[in-house]
C-alpha cells in the first residue's frame, strides 16, 4: 500500500484572514503546477484522496486533480485532517481504509508523521512537498516504518 503525503502549496500572508481561510500566493499555485506535472509517473494506478478542510489546501488538491485528470467530487474533504498534529493525523489515516491512500495536509504534522514511520528523517517536508511511502498494510503502520520511496520537492523541480 502506498501512502502519499502532500503538504498544501504555499500560503498567502497578504490578506488578514483566520488560518483556516488563507489562499493559495503566487508562489503556491506555480509550485504546484511543478509538483503536481512530477507526481504523475509515481501515482499508483487507484488511489483514494482526502484533504483538510482549509482554503489553501482546497486550492491545492484541486490543481492536483485538474492536472491528474481526477474528478473533483471524488476527493474527500475532512475538517479533522486540519490538524498540525502527527497522532491526529495517524488516527485518521488508520481510520481510512483504501489501498493507496492520498492525504493532503500540514505540518508539523506531515513531517513529524513521516519521521515517526518513514525509513530516514526528513527535517522538514515543505510547502507542496510530496513524501511517498511504502507500507505492507494500513494495520502495519503501528508495528513497523514504512520505506520511503520517493519525495518530491519545489526547490528539487527549480
Not at 484541486?62 to 474533504?77: G, H, P
Request: with cysteine; aromatic share 12%; glycine share 4%.
Amino acid at each position: 500500500m502506498l501512502l502519499i503525503l502532500i503538504r498544501h502549496a504555499k500560503s498567502s500572508w497578504k490578506h488578514d484572514l483566520i488560518d483556516h481561510e488563507r489562499p493559495l500566493s503566487l508562489r503556491g499555485l506555480n509550485d504546484s503546477q511543478l509538483v503536481f506535472n512530477e507526481i504523475r509517473k509515481f501515482l499508483p494506478s487507484s488511489y483514494k484522496v482526502y484533504s483538510s478542510s482549509s482554503k489553501r489546501t482546497t486550492q491545492t488538491v484541486k490543481i492536483f486533480s485538474i492536472l491528474n485528470n481526477l474528478q473533483f467530487d471524488n476527493i474527500v474533504f475532512k475538517k479533522e485532517l486540519y490538524t498540525f498534529n502527527s497522532l491526529e493525523l495517524e488516527k485518521c489515516i488508520k481510520k481510512y481504509k483504501e489501498e493507496n491512500l492520498i492525504i493532503f495536509g500540514h505540518n508539523n504534522a506531515i513531517t513529524d508523521f513521516v519521521n515517526k514511520f518513514g525509513n530516514y528523517y526528513i527535517e522538514n517536508v515543505p510547502t507542496c512537498g510530496v513524501v511517498i511511502i511504502k507500507f505492507e498494510d494500513l494495520n502495519t503502520i503501528s508495528s513497523q516504518k514504512g520505506v520511503i520511496i520517493k519525495t518530491i520537492f519545489p526547490r528539487d523541480l527549480k
